[in-house]
């Protein structure tokens, strides 16, 4: 294994920033490019359009979240195997993965593009944006092998201790997705069908180069025709770690399309406020997200080199971290909620309905970051399970009723509403304390090291 790449040695604090600044690079450019679909479609078409692009990305995003998750599995795996210095493990979860992924990806795409009618009238699609979010579903299911295989190349250099390669990746993506949006939308007048067509192209470009690059990249081993086999333990342990988080990232984002229902029954103020909101809080939860993956991955490679003291040091950095970027966002939105609301929109009624459901739910920054850091931590020591079980809870205990009850007791306000999530991150955030203390206490009597 490359030493640069080496997660085991050096500032634990230095090492966790080097290795979630290129992924945070990764998301915001992710979501850059989703947005800009969104703004290209706008400039040239109507609304029933961008209506189309709007509930078809989010079916999109769905999927894309599932697959992130289910990879993660292999990236904690390769992780392991690289902090103990085991290529033959390496090269088995690689081949491993590959395999797993290439059966899923065509399985996949068969069933949704089967199923994308039947999706269409699911997310109640305005029948004036039916035809075209069906096409831009289908398109883009067409396209999933291209989502898979970058999803999958960028574990593995992540589980390898790259986390710049995958930057590279979505950046190239990025470029590409947007020079064809223009070349589709703006010159074909293709409409959500273009917008699809310029996604995917992005994709399969990036994905294209990947391999190329992959090829080149010196492992330390080398893949021979017999080594292309199934190993039950080694598919086990990636389906253990991925298919927990995959669900529990799943069931997360239905949460968020029901309450969006919710938002949308309140009438087109609240909706808007809260669709705006959204987008904002997703924006500042990319800090977060990029430390669970990077200490995740920390994790794994220094249990794996058995140095448990410096997985605990990077949850310690990771918590100190993010939880001073959610104090600083919340202290913001205390005060200036309209300066983030105002950039979407300049309607006053949904200025200072969502600048108040921006106040309650800013709360969510401090504690999500708690919970994602956590969840990164348990995830590279093997335990996803642990979030999913945190996750679910919070979104049936609290989120989703929290939500209803709020928006029915209180129909004149989202402020009590924009209370349910962080409600929901406190209630993960004290379970992932209770789960950290019990297996410190049970492996002190042991023992063992944690």
Request: net charge positive; aromatic share 12%.
């Amino acid at each position: 294994m490359n030493t640069k790449n080496d997660l085991t040695a050096g500032n634990i604090g230095k090492t966790l920033i080097i290795f979630a600044l290129p992924y945070l690079i990764s998301c915001f450019l992710q979501t850059f490019y989703g947005m800009a679909d969104l703004y290209v479609v706008g400039l040239y078409n109507a609304s029933e359009t961008t209506t189309a692009v709007s509930i078809g990305s989010q079916i999109t995003h769905m999927l894309t979240v599932i697959i992130v998750g289910l990879a993660m599995g292999s990236t904690v795996k390769i992780a392991n195997a690289a902090g103990a210095k085991n290529t033959d493990e390496i090269k088995m979860t690689i081949v491993n993965t590959i395999m797993f992924f290439c059966l899923f990806a065509v399985s996949i795409t068969v069933i949704l593009i089967l199923s994308s009618q039947s999706i269409t009238n699911i997310m109640m699609t305005p029948k004036e944006a039916v035809k075209e979010t069906n096409i831009y579903l289908i398109i883009c299911f067409a396209g999933i092998p291209f989502i898979v295989a970058y999803n999958v190349i960028s574990s593995i250099f992540r589980g390898l201790g790259n986390s710049k390669l995958p930057m590279y990746f979505v950046g190239i993506a990025c470029i590409v997705n947007i020079i064809f949006d223009f070349i589709f939308i703006g010159y074909f007048r293709m409409g959500a069908a273009g917008a699809a067509l310029g996604t995917i192209c992005g994709q399969a470009v990036s994905v294209v180069i990947s391999i190329a690059v992959m090829n080149k990249q010196n492992f330390g081993f080398s893949l021979k025709r017999n080594d292309i086999c199934i190993n039950r333990r080694v598919m086990s342990a990636i389906l253990k770690v991925g298919v927990p988080i995959a669900m529990q990232d799943g069931l997360i984002q239905v949460a968020f399309v029901i309450i969006t229902v919710i938002a949308n029954s309140r009438g087109l103020i609240f909706s808007a406020g809260v669709g705006i909101v959204e987008k904002i809080i997703s924006f500042m939860f990319l800090v977060p997200s990029a430390f669970l993956s990077a200490i995740s991955a920390i994790t794994a490679q220094n249990i794996g080199a058995d140095k448990p003291f410096r997985a605990k040091k990077s949850l310690k950095y990771g918590l100190i971290i993010t939880v001073s970027w959610g104090l600083v966002c919340f202290i913001y939105c205390q005060f200036l909620p309209q300066t983030l609301v105002g950039m979407f929109t300049l309607d006053s009624k949904v200025l200072s309905a969502g600048s108040l459901y921006l106040k309650a739910y800013s709360l969510d920054c401090v504690f999500a970051a708690i919970h994602f850091c956590f969840s990164g931590y348990f995830c590279g020591r093997q335990k996803s399970g642990i979030s999913f079980i945190h996750n679910i809870l919070a979104i049936i205990i609290i989120r989703i009723p929290g939500a209803y009850l709020a928006s029915k007791i209180y129909s004149n306000t989202l402020y009590p509403m924009g209370l349910a999530a962080p409600l929901g991150s406190l209630l993960s955030s004290v379970i992932c304390i209770i789960f950290y203390i019990y297996y410190e206490r049970e492996l002190k009597r042991s023992g063992k090291k944690w």
